[in-house]
T-cell receptor, first 113, second 114 residues
């Protein structure tokens, strides 16, 4: 079955700097890759997603890139702010149902003031 | 529009007991999925319900079960609790659960088994 690996598990960056989180997946049939942000005491919230027919997608300070040949995708956050501190999860999906997605292990991002 | 709500938010049980968790999806959403989140295993899919029927199931033992009511509200039940069942249980809803449809998560129920 699908397996998603996520790195690093923890990341600390200076406020204003960029943060990059990387994920790899095993099943070449996967073609939908959402990213979730989970704040303390809350459930995961979708922040951006990418489909396999595009290589990059951007939404303000957040961007995601996808390399299908290498089977990896990355989340880029620029000009980081204190409110970006949270746990981020990547995920991969290829099933017909929205619920059949495999999550990465998560990255705890801390923004240093 | 109100988000996904889960009750209770916190629960303490002892081994061998059973527990029922409740999830109310966003109004109009008919697909409800359940996930278990633990530090060791991460986020794992339990099952999905749509129109009162279980449509998908993850790799969990039969002690984990669920149901969905006609108003799309869902409950999950864990019988004969084990220490390893301690986790954050998350519920997510989407319109009809179609491929690539956004799922909206609730805040979760934190279960501690002693």
């Amino acid at each position: 079955g699908e397996n998603v690996e996520q790195h690093p598990s923890t990341l600390s960056v200076q406020e204003g700097d960029s943060a990059v989180i990387k994920c790899t997946y095993s099943d070449s049939a996967s073609n939908y890759f959402p990213w979730y942000k989970q704040e303390l005491g809350k459930g995961p919230q979708l922040i951006i997603d990418i489909r396999s027919n595009v290589g990059e997608k951007k939404d303000q300070r957040i961007a995601v890139t996808l390399n299908k040949t290498a089977k990896h995708f990355s989340l880029h956050i620029t000009e980081t702010q204190p409110e970006d501190s949270a746990v981020y999860f990547c995920a991969a999906s290829y099933h017909s149902s929205a619920s059949k997605i495999i999550f990465g292990s998560g990255t705890r991002l801390s923004i240093r003031p | 529009k109100a988000g996904v709500t889960q009750t209770p938010r916190y629960l303490i049980k002892t081994r061998g007991q059973q527990v029922t968790l409740s999830c109310s999806p966003i109004s109009g959403h008919r697909s409800v999925s359940w996930y278990q989140q633990t530090p060791g295993q991460g986020l794992q899919f339990l099952f999905e319900y749509f129109s009162e029927t279980q449509r998908n199931k993850g790799n969990f033992p039969g002690r984990f079960s669920g149901r969905q009511f006609s108003n799309s509200r869902s409950e999950m039940n864990v019988s004969t609790l084990e220490l390893g069942d301690s986790a954050l249980y998350l519920c997510a809803s989407s319109l009809v659960g179609q491929y690539q449809e956004t799922q909206y998560f609730g805040p979760g129920t934190r279960l501690l088994v002693l």
